[in-house]
T-cell receptor, first 114, second 113 residues
Framework: AQSVTQPDIHITVSEGASLELRCNYSYGATPYLFWYVQSPGQGLQLLLKYFSGDTLVQGIKGFEAEFKRSQSSFNLRKPSVHWSDAAEYFCAVGITGGGNKLTFGTGTQLKVEL | GAGVSQSPSNKVTEKGKDVELRCDPISGHTALYWYRQRLGQGLEFLIYFQGNSAPDKSGLPSDRFSAERTGESVSTLTIQRTQQEDSAVYLC???????????FGPGTRLTVT
């Protein structure tokens, strides 16, 4: 069965600093990959997705992620973090041919220091 | 346009009672998913509907859980004889087709006392 690991439970960065959130997955084939953000009291919002093609994908709010098949990773990056980016970030894997039901990581809580 | 809506937003119930949670997907979305998010954890897949096909119930944790969907519209998730471990946020998502990105509702926070 597929699984997703987000090794960092909490991350604190200073505003303006760069950010990288790690995501590793386990799946036998090329998965569909997603990053979602959840702010307090808000629903999940899609940041970006990878289905195929270019392994560097751009998303909303200045985020990007790179699919590295050899490392089974899909890390999320942002060159300069804003205070409003403080939230919880979830990486998810969708099963190809399986209705795209998602398996989520346990999330990374991002705190931004002003 | 309108997003995915869920009701109620909060539900407190006594152990042993039945509860019904509702999801209204985005109009025209053929796929609908239910997930559960326990405190401090990621989301767990529960059930998936695609058009008129038989639903994928592989994530339902017990036979106390069931869900229905009428055509490509509203869905209800029913939990019978609720237990304290059922306390969680229940999230619904829809997508225009599969595979595609899923659009999530705000969730229903269920507390079983």
């Amino acid at each position: 069965a597929q699984s997703v690991t987000q090794p960092d439970i909490h991350i604190t960065v200073s505003e303006g600093a760069s950010l990288e959130l790690r995501c590793n997955y386990s799946y036998g084939a090329t998965p569909y990959l997603f990053w979602y953000v959840q702010s307090p009291g808000q629903g999940l919002q899609l940041l970006l997705k990878y289905f195929s093609g270019d392994t560097l994908v751009q998303g909303i709010k200045g985020f990007e992620a790179e699919f590295k098949r050899s490392q089974s990773s899909f890390n999320l990056r942002k060159p300069s973090v804003h205070w409003s980016d403080a939230a919880e970030y979830f990486c998810a894997v969708g099963i190809t041919g399986g209705g795209n039901k998602l398996t989520f990581g346990t999330g990374t809580q991002l705190k931004v220091e002003l | 346009g309108a997003g995915v809506s869920q009701s109620p937003s909060n539900k407190v119930t006594e152990k042993g009672k039945d509860v019904e949670l509702r999801c209204d997907p985005i109009s025209g979305h053929t796929a609908l998913y239910w997930y559960r998010q326990r405190l401090g954890q990621g989301l767990e897949f529960l059930i998936y509907f695609q058009g008129n096909s038989a639903p994928d119930k592989s994530g339902l944790p017990s036979d106390r859980f069931s869900a229905e969907r009428t055509g490509e519209s509203v869905s209800t998730l029913t939990i019978q004889r609720t237990q304290q471990e059922d306390s969680a946020v229940y999230l619904c998502a829809s997508s225009p087709f599969s595979p595609s990105e899923q659009y999530f509702g705000p969730g229903t926070r269920l507390t079983v006392t």
